[in-house]
């Protein structure tokens, strides 16, 4: 019989069968650090004792309505959202993909609204990831991912990150960019960019959109990162492990943009989902882990460089860069206990929950290095 899943996933051998704080259990008993957490989901690590408190009490009230209906978990969440960023107004989605697809429409809707049928332009970095959808995928300029799924959408551009203020214009609805490119080897915006970006912005009348999927929620030991975009998309770590993402509008004069009927998803903002997702965003912002993710990426970048790897990437989310292929390294970490995950074919990724000790980290560079002498 064939494997009941159809193949897209290289799956690891091992089945994961339990979670508990930082360390994840196999079917034959075996513990793991989870040094990828589930790549950059489980921010408070698995099994928060807030978080499982806050879905058990909400399966247990109600599950699931439309949206049609007002439910006070999605509203306390929402609000909560709102009142982190300093927002305009939320949408609530499910997965990262489906944020960025909203802000793309978003941004094109904004153009059509003031009458500017022309202004229908998504302008992205080099080496980004936004997404598999059809539109996102369109904006995640890496062959390998787009071959075979052409057309792709129009009027969507990639350009070198020096080079992208320069192209918006006129026509230009929004660029997209993500202040770190988790996916292709954790590779810093440059601040100098992100500057020219908003200021290119504000002159031509587009959009900034900050796709913090990956990056945000503190991971980068920056909670709001500067300057201010117009939009956020947030996902990933947002919903305590359970499938929960959000366009932030910051603007407020696109607070109206889409109206009844323009948008809208079955799932999006779950109660259960909200419901861990608010119990999450409490512990974020209540025990100030952005601060945390600061201090720890600091000494999980000096244990990464200890072993003369190249390192980029800030706080929490950073990639050492081998110059050889990754998947051997990642392969031995996991046999000696710490998982990880490969960012491009030549760096190990690192996405460790907020909450990772000091211990914790110096066992994971620790393997590292041993992984690494291991497989030279």
Known sequence: MNDPFVPTYARYPDTLVRGEGHRLQDSEGRWYLDACGGIAVMALGHGHPAVKAAVHAQVEALMHVSNLWNVPVQRAFAERLVEVYQAAGVFLANSGAEAN?????????????????DRNEILTLEHAFHGRTLFTLSMTPKPAYQEGYGPLVPQVRSLPADAVAAAVSARTAAVFVEPVQGESGCHVVPQDVLVALRAACDRHGALLVYDEIQCGLGRTGELIHQPRPDLITLAKALGGGLPLSALVVVNPDLYATFQPGDHGSTFGGNPVSCAAGLATLDRIVGDDLPARCARQGARLRQGLEASGAAVTGLGLIQAAHLGRPAGPVVAAMRDRGVLVCPAGKDAVRFLPPFTITDNEIDEICATFADALAATA
Request: hydrophobic share 45%.
């Open 101 to 117: 697809e909203a802000a793309a429409k978003l941004a094109r809707k904004a153009g059509f609204r003031k009458g500017e049928l």
